[in-house]
């Protein structure tokens, strides 16, 4: 992770609830990759999330595919039926969830048949009842977790992301990236808005605020 060796005091803010160091980002992530492997992620599963745009969807965007799984950013703008035909569509093994969703996937619990567990993402001082099959709440976890955690290596063109279309004829339909493919975009967006502070009007120092859900084609 080059912010955490180039600027590892440079700030993540998340509403007004949290801010953390790159530095911290670094050890969430590695304890997200062991409470990961604690409650059964194994490579080549799939790791859906539905939350708003939060340090938790930071961390997953890292924390999943380095540890070899597949993350499916769930569209939570998709009616019931559409959501439930991408998680069956995508086979998803287990599903990190806003509390605020609970509801959606109450509703359709019953036909989801490939969901091994949940985890609980709430920024409430308690946490909501629910039917399903509890992991537990994801700060709880992380918080019982190591934040050293030695990632293996892999084929670059392995699957890390999926997500789904909206907006055109017919079913969501599936698209994923490689690492491979992650990695050249990467270096395409540093390129583009990476630059010195001394070129161009957007820098490597400016500060940026996103707008666009996090499932919106890897927004």
Same mark, same amino acid.
């Given at each position: 992770?080059?912010?955490?060796?180039?600027?590892?005091?440079?700030?993540?803010?998340?509403?007004?609830?949290?801010?953390?160091?790159?530095?911290?980002?670094?050890?969430?992530?590695?304890?997200?990759?062991?409470?990961?492997?604690?409650? $059964?992620?194994?490579?080549?599963?799939?790791?859906? #999330?539905?939350?708003?745009?939060?340090?938790?969807?930071? &961390?997953?965007?890292?924390?999943?595919?380095?540890?070899?799984?597949?993350? /499916?950013?769930?569209?939570?703008?998709?009616?019931?039926?559409?959501?439930?035909?991408?998680?069956?569509?995508?086979?998803?093994?287990? #599903?990190?969830?806003?509390?605020?969703?609970?509801?959606?996937?109450?509703?359709?619990?019953?036909?989801?048949?490939?969901?091994?567990?949940?985890?609980?993402?709430?920024?409430?001082?308690?946490?909501?009842? +629910?039917?399903?099959?509890?992991?537990?709440?994801?700060?709880?976890?992380?918080?019982?977790? +190591?934040? +050293?955690? &030695?990632?293996?290596?892999?084929?670059?063109?392995?699957?890390?992301?999926?997500?789904?279309?909206?907006?055109?004829?017919?079913?969501?339909? $599936?698209?994923?990236?490689? /690492?491979?493919?992650?990695?050249?975009?990467?270096?395409?967006?540093?390129?583009?808005? $990476?630059?010195?502070?001394? /070129? $161009?009007?957007?820098?490597?120092?400016?500060?940026?605020?996103? #707008?666009?859900?996090?499932?919106?084609? /890897?927004?």
């Amino acid at each position: 992770m080059s912010p955490v060796v180039n600027n590892p005091d440079q700030e993540i803010v998340y509403r007004d609830a949290l801010r953390f160091t790159y530095r911290d980002f670094r050890a969430r992530v590695h304890k997200l990759a062991n409470t990961l492997t604690k409650i $059964g992620v194994r490579p080549g599963d799939t790791v859906a #999330i539905m939350d708003w745009d939060s340090h938790r969807y930071l &961390e997953c965007f890292f924390a999943v595919p380095m540890l070899g799984a597949v993350l /499916h950013t769930v569209n939570v703008r998709l009616s019931p039926e559409q959501i439930i035909y991408t998680i069956d569509h995508a086979e998803d093994d287990f #599903i990190l969830v806003n509390s605020e969703f609970l509801p959606i996937l109450e509703q359709i619990k019953g036909r989801i048949t490939t969901v091994k567990d949940f985890v609980i993402l709430n920024d409430e001082d308690s946490l909501p009842k +629910s039917s399903l099959s509890i992991a537990g709440e994801y700060e709880g976890l992380l918080a019982e977790a +190591s934040d +050293s955690f &030695e990632f293996a290596d892999f084929d670059e063109n392995t699957r890390a992301t999926t997500f789904y279309t909206t907006g055109t004829t017919g079913l969501p339909k $599936g698209v994923y990236f490689s /690492h491979r493919q992650l990695v050249l975009h990467t270096l395409g967006t540093i390129a583009a808005l $990476g630059t010195a502070t001394d /070129h $161009g009007r957007f820098h490597q120092k400016d500060v940026y605020m996103p #707008i666009t859900p996090m499932f919106h084609v /890897h927004a």
